[in-house]
């Protein structure tokens, strides 16, 4: 089944020469030819996305899964490690009836086909037991190292979103896409690529005008305008009273979060500030401090500049251009180490902003501690 797309709102005519090049170029149908041919023959599927899975985590996992199902024939079970903290990722659970489990629930040993979406084996951000390598990876970061020996990988080629990737593989094998899985998918673009705005390359596009039509319109108003707990309102209000901003920078400790994807959504708004580059927002959650960096110019590299400051402390840390995270364990640090902690990674973060003498910070606003 193919939708056609809504006409472009420039009215260019067609370059079909150019369209039938990419046509040509676009692996996806080999990829999955190969990931199904892989797929077969095996008793029981997972598909595992990384650690408080966000949107195009889900909806990448589901798409797979539904894949492995109906044109493999595997039954697949999808899990994420974490929480789903996040109130646009749980309604996009829930209005969506996604078929996604907590880690915690799944049996490895069952399983005898592993699949591993937004993340790779290397990058510490997951819930897969070190004991199992995975049988399958899809992925749109940069390709690490090990995953060169991942048997079917489908990594590295520069997409905003994992969800374009699958989304591919649908319109490359003409598989019949259901309402609710072109939904998931069209909103892990739209959320990845913060509405085409941000790291967004022509696939994402087309792929997310193709989606379009086939999208339930009424659950993505609910997914993306969804309710709020009152702790969500809790946390953004110490975050306005905590922030402090230091030249072009804004730097958050949040303190302690209900989720640690809420620390994604600070760093977020705080970037929105008038006059701010860079912003960073660092939270914790049970025994871990969890890190979040935006940067306005993608060349700074968040990604490379959140490992530098990181890594040396013993943390894990992953990303791109405009958007990082991190995870530096604190289990069996006392208060005063995991303060002191806080305050070392924050001058790092300054010193790598080039504020090797940071000057006193100024508040947002004159309340607060
Ligand atoms: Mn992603």
Redesign the pocket.
């Known amino acids: 089944m193919t939708a056609s797309p809504p006409p472009p709102a420039a009215r260019r005519p067609r370059a079909p020469r150019r369209d039938a090049r990419r046509a040509a170029a676009d692996p996806s149908a080999d990829r999955l030819t190969r990931i199904l041919r892989y797929a077969r023959g095996h008793r029981r599927a997972l598909v595992l996305t990384h650690d408080f899975p ?1 949107p ?2 889900l909806a990448s996992a589901v798409a797979l899964a539904h894949l492995l199902e109906r044109l493999a024939g595997v039954p697949t079970v999808v899990a994420y490690g974490g929480i789903v903290g996040r109130a646009e990722n749980r309604a996009l659970i829930r209005v969506l009836k996604l078929p996604v489990v907590p880690v915690s629930r799944v049996d490895f040993d069952e399983h005898d086909l592993v699949c591993m979406v ?1 993340t790779q084996p290397e990058q510490g951000n997951h819930s897969l037991p070190a004991r199992i390598f995975p049988d399958v990876v899809i992925d ?1 970061h940069p390709e690490r190292p090990e995953t060169r020996l991942v048997p079917v990988a489908d990594v590295g080629r520069p997409m905003g ?2 969800s374009t990737l699958l989304a591919g593989y649908f319109r490359a094998a003409g598989a019949v896409l259901p309402p609710r899985i072109a939904t998931a998918l069209y909103y892990g673009i739209k959320a ?1 690529t913060r509405d085409l705005g941000r790291e967004t390359t022509p696939q994402d596009v087309a792929t997310y005008l193709w989606l379009f039509p086939m999208v339930d319109k009424e659950a993505l108003v609910q997914v993306e305008q969804p309710r709020l707990p009152p702790d969500y309102f809790h946390l953004f209000h110490a975050a306005i009273e905590r922030v402090r901003i230091y030249g072009h920078g804004a730097v958050c400790d949040v303190g302690e979060v209900y989720a640690p994807d809420v620390v994604a959504e600070v760093a977020e708004r705080f970037l929105f500030l008038d006059g701010v580059k860079w912003s960073l927002a660092f939270g914790s959650y049970r025994d871990n401090l969890y890190f979040s960096l935006r940067v306005t110019d993608r060349r700074q590299n968040a990604g490379r500049l959140i490992r530098d400051v990181i890594e040396k402390k013993g943390g894990v840390a992953g990303g791109h251009g405009s958007m990082a995270g991190a995870r530096v364990p604190m289990r069996g640090l006392k208060p005063a180490r995991r303060r002191a902690l806080r305050r070392e990674l924050t001058r790092a973060f300054l010193a790598a902003f080039g504020q090797r003498r940071p000057r006193r910070p100024r508040k947002l606003v004159s309340a607060g501690p």
């Open positions: 966000d195009d985590a937004d749109h979103s994992t990845d």
